[in-house]
């Protein structure tokens, strides 16, 4: 019997592979954002192609169905950041843009029978991507590209973005009461302040860029996890939340730059989350 390819590899492949075709865009040369948009064509089709098979060979799951649209969300977050690094997008939009992604996979670890993956989102993920491998394209053979074009571009994704996301709010309008239980508020800290407090840190970042999209990428993969907190573990994070927060803004009020507690975020995840996440890649290498 021939062994079939199992789809959550596919969606896990869009993700691990990711960070090449990122370091080749940061390369002055044309053959190698060449070789990058290819890459980052290629893993856009796992997008469509692991559902295809997870439907013909009758392997779908719900950690299957959770990493999907997580895998989607880290993929356009990544590139979108890089694309801000590289000057090839503007903040402004790729921020509200990024938020939309923040607040829906929030709403989905928490829903996530109300929070299907529609086709209207299908169509949004594909025309984000498309954009971001079209103006890598147009960039390298025109670099001076009129930004004003690029920028309504970008707002015209934000747009069909929120747009998207319509069909979410709706189906769960009325469960705010339940979403905001004291059992979720350790989650919403995790899965929603502190990814927009990363991407409004973003502009401070210099060197330590990377950190922000690896942090956010780590906060979403944490949503395919039940989250069960005691009251004391909470009030903990919420003081130590404060903490950093305040610490990065002295930073970036003192210095116009945010480092130290950057990169402590990212040694305390590391530490915190990583073992959950490499049990939920071993989890979906399982057949």
């Known amino acids: 019997m021939t062994k079939r390819i199992n789809p959550n590899l596919l969606t896990l492949l869009r993700v691990v592979c990711l960070p090449v075709p990122c370091l080749l865009l940061f390369i002055n040369s044309s053959i190698a954002k060449f070789i990058a948009m290819g890459l980052l064509l290629f893993l856009s089709l796992t997008d469509y192609f692991d559902g295809l098979l997870a439907r013909k060979y009758n392997q779908t799951s719900k950690l299957g169905a959770l990493l999907d649209p997580i895998a989607d969300k880290i993929f356009v977050t990544t590139i979108y950041l890089i694309m801000v ?26 829903l996530p029978q109300s929070m299907k993956v529609s086709l209207i989102a299908k169509f949004k993920t594909f025309f984000q991507m498309s954009l971001a491998v079209g103006v890598i394209f147009a960039k390298t053979l025109y670099p001076a590209l009129n930004p004003t074009l690029v920028e309504i571009l970008v707002w015209i994704v934000v747009l069909l973005s929120y747009l998207s996301g319509l069909k979410y709010i709706l189906r769960t309008i009325n469960k705010l009461d339940y979403i905001f239980q004291k059992q979720f508020q350790n989650k919403l800290l995790y899965e929603v302040f502190c990814p927009l407090l990363l991407l409004l840190s973003f502009p401070f970042t210099e060197n330590f860029f990377w950190v922000v999209p690896f942090l956010i990428g780590m906060l979403f993969l944490k949503g395919a ?18 903490l950093l927060s305040l610490a990065g803004m002295l930073e970036a009020i003192l210095w116009g730059k945010i480092k130290f507690s950057l990169l402590f975020l990212l040694f305390y995840l590391i530490l915190k989350e990583g073992i959950k996440s490499f049990n939920i890649i071993k989890e979906a290498f399982k057949f």
């Open 85 to 110: 690094k590289l000057d090839y997008f503007p903040f402004l939009p790729v921020f509200f843009l990024l938020l939309r992604e923040i607040l829906i996979s929030f709403l989905r670890s928490i």
């Open 225 to 242: 996890n039940k989250l069960e907190t005691e009251k004391k573990e909470e009030r903990i994070t919420l003081l130590g939340f404060f």
